[in-house]
């Protein structure tokens, strides 16, 4: 049974920092393309970051410079570390696991920021 299991999200101040952690099971963690989601209300859940089975990345415009996305195999976890996060941040963020037709979704962790 294939499972993402997003943690790390929370209440933290502009200009905070904050790492969601996912952890995968139930597929070959180490080959899929994973990816970080976020969706505010009323919007399209937005693409933030992506790193591939061989660990190159990539970021929104809107994060680059703030956020890092990695991955630890041996866990099966990817992380999205988040610094410096400004009001426009707040979001359910979601882990994806891609794979050619294959495509995985966790359940989503909520980032707040407080002014």
């Known amino acids: 049974q294939v499972q993402l299991v997003e943690s790390g999200g929370g209440l933290v101040q502009s200009g905070g920092s904050l790492r969601l952690s996912c952890a995968a099971s139930?597929?070959?963690?180490?080959?899929?393309?994973m990816n970080w989601y976020r969706q505010v209300p009323g919007k399209e859940r937005e693409l933030v970051a992506t790193?591939?089975?061989?660990?190159?990345?990539n970021y929104a415009d809107s994060v680059k410079g703030r956020f890092t996305i990695s991955r630890d195999n041996a866990k099966n976890t990817v992380y999205l570390q988040m610094n410096s996060l400004k009001p426009e941040d707040p979001a359910v963020y979601y882990c994806n696991a891609r794979l050619n037709m294959l495509n995985y979704w966790g359940k989503g962790t909520l980032v707040t920021v407080s002014s």
């Open positions: 790193i591939t089975s061989g660990g190159s990345t």
């Open positions: 139930g597929f070959t963690f180490s080959i899929y393309v």
